[in-house]
């Protein structure tokens, strides 16, 4: 039986503690693979805790790989090596690829030009916040003091790397929401995670080879692929990208994004990011950690980061455009220290990107709690909201037609359609009747079957009084 001193938590609450306690026992090996783990009810007895306890620490130990379930059997631990968690070491110069030329019809740009001007009833496709959900006053007041406090400082050029306050806010952040133990020294500030990619290309080489997840965020491979690098599009499974698809090709570095795949919303599990981490050891390769969307998890403790795994094979990216504003370009990433000492010395030429008096605000707003408190109130908001819009489909007559998944974190969740259709047929019935919506597979380099009548719901600016009426239209498009 499983026993653990609930005494020595500290100031854990208890299921992070017993979470932290099953995984350090699976990792060390106590707990063996395929070990069945003790029902719920028992693990609760024997601490003298709730069963609500203890499931809050299955669940998070199910989501992060560590345990798996079997039906009406219970849970049992994963096969999993503690090898690659703690911080190693592991740099290398890195430089290759071939030129590709990328371009879009300008039919596809006129569309795109007409589709953001279009009023839609229900736009599933937009990604913005809700406008009356930002800190205007408080973010206009923290300007003005900026204003007052930095006037001198708005007169000289920025540093390449940002200004040394929002980098320190930002790894204070990081160590108190993501656990991360970084050097604000390591952290790169930029306008937009575009052109922090293209620092990433001249860092590793415009002949290098970076591979991105199929489905994924079309615009990485074509802002990898315009700065001259070659890109391999390579698939995911449940688990993330397929480490077996990187066996026997030369690539540099895998771009990923583990803790909230777009646009699938998977999480990768702690066994194939080992997997990984063992790769770009072997290969001298690096992981770019994209971790875009993380802040809008709904249940359990944030999934760990891979930086904490091994900080000098990693590349942490995030941005503040998601959380705040799409107009705030301001975006970071954190650099091994070969390639910060690469930066440095390649690199310094360049200017900073993002203007000193947004960093020194944004820099105020993180240091004075602000971020915290919002990102709070935000992930409590949409929670509410997702809930709003998940409960209105299942109360409609589309319901018995379709799946919902993946709607644990972000601010998008995947409809499946459960019949066979022709999805750019739908996608051309609701676009008539001004629903605006786009299925994974427009999001797949190659054809992916598998990923066929999935539809993408971003809710995070669909409006309330307007839902009803685009799943009539939705179900009568099925019928």
């Not at 940002?162 to 806010?169: Q, S, T, Y």
Request: charged fraction near 25%.
């Amino acid at each position: 039986m499983l026993t653990y001193d609930f005494e020595k938590r500290g100031k854990m609450s208890l299921y992070e503690y017993l979470y932290n306690c099953i995984k350090n026992d699976i990792l060390s090996g106590k707990i063996k693979a395929g070990e069945k783990l003790p029902s719920k009810r028992t693990m609760a007895k024997n601490h003298n805790i709730s069963v609500i306890t203890v499931e809050n620490a299955y669940a998070q130990l199910l989501v992060e790989g560590y345990i798996f379930s079997k039906e009406k059997r219970g849970y049992f631990a994963s096969e999993i090596s503690g090898q690659y968690l703690n911080n190693g070491g592991i740099n290398g110069n890195k430089e290759k690829i071939v030129e590709t030329k990328v371009s879009l019809k300008s039919g596809q740009i006129k569309k795109k030009i007409q589709d953001t001007k279009k009023q839609w009833l229900v736009d599933f496709n937009s990604n913005h916040i809700m406008y009356d959900s930002f800190p205007f006053s408080i973010w206009s007041r923290i300007m003005r003091q900026t204003l007052l406090d930095r006037e001198n400082s708005f007169l000289s050029s920025p540093l390449p790397n940002g200004v040394v306050e929002l980098r320190e806010a930002i790894a204070n952040h990081l160590m108190e929401f993501r656990g991360m133990e970084v050097d604000a020294e390591n952290i790169i500030i930029g306008a937009g995670t575009e052109y922090l990619y293209s620092i990433i290309v001249q860092l590793l080489g415009r002949d290098s080879v970076i591979a991105v997840e199929d489905p994924g965020y079309r615009k990485i491979g074509k802002v990898y692929e315009s700065n001259g690098v070659e890109c391999l599009h390579l698939p995911i499974d449940n688990s993330g990208i397929q480490t077996k698809a990187l066996l026997g090709k030369k690539i540099d570095a895998v771009h990923i994004s583990p803790s909230h795949h777009f646009p699938t919303g998977r999480v990768m599990p702690v066994s194939r990011r080992q997997h990984l981490i063992h790769w770009a050891i072997e290969n001298n390769g690096f992981i770019i950690e994209d971790d875009y969307d993380s802040e809008f998890r709904f249940s359990g403790r944030p999934i760990p980061t891979m930086v904490g795994m091994d900080k000098e094979i990693v590349i942490y990216m995030n941005t503040f455009s998601k959380t705040l504003a799409p107009s705030i370009r301001i975006a970071y990433m954190v650099l091994p220290d070969s390639l910060m000492e690469k930066f440095h010395t390649k690199l310094n030429f360049y200017s900073g990107t993002v203007s000193s008096f947004e960093q020194y605000t944004l820099a105020n707003f993180i240091a004075g709690g602000y971020y915290e408190r919002h990102i709070n109130r935000m992930r409590n908001y949409y929670r509410d909201y997702r809930n709003k819009i998940i409960n209105a489909i299942k109360q409609s007559a589309l319901y018995p037609k379709v799946t919902i998944e993946e709607e644990n974190a972000g601010l998008h969740f995947i409809l499946g359609i459960k019949k066979e259709i022709d999805d750019n047929r739908f996608k051309k019935i609701l676009r008539e009747n001004n629903i605006n919506i786009s299925c994974v597979s427009d999001y797949c380099y190659n054809d992916l079957k598998e990923f066929d009548h999935k539809f993408i719901i971003n809710y995070s600016a669909v409006p309330e009084d307007k839902l009803k009426k685009a799943l009539t239209i939705m179900n009568n498009a099925l019928e």
